[in-house]
């Protein structure tokens, strides 16, 4: 896949899925929930699986933080699955995400770059 194939802020190599499980969630505070994360910049897609509870996002993780979208979960009325392993991915998550974001301002270094040659001749 390309840039081309994502939608706009979205670029492939800052993209990640996540999978969050849900409570206390039903139909309409879901949709309210997929609604208002899909219309988030730096959202790729975004689903429900209601036989897991299940919230599953593609996000460039550059633009968008795993913090805002549970905010709009909490939001809704809704809240992350307190069990062991989602808590496990949600940190796990957070960590790859501060990752992808400080390596996209690191500025490349490399001490085999020409020194900088003055070309104006001296008389």
Known sequence: MSDLDHRVGVTEANLVLRHLKLSNTDEAKVSAIVRDIDATFGVDAV???????TLHIGYDATHCELDGLENIIK????????????????????????NIRDNAKHKPWSCHASPHVNHSKHK
């Open 75 to 98: 939001i809704n009325g809704a809240d992350i699955s307190h069990d062991w392993w989602t808590n496990l991915k949600e940190g796990y998550y957070q960590f790859v995400d501060e």
């Open 47 to 53: 689903s429900f699986e209601q036989a897991k509870q």
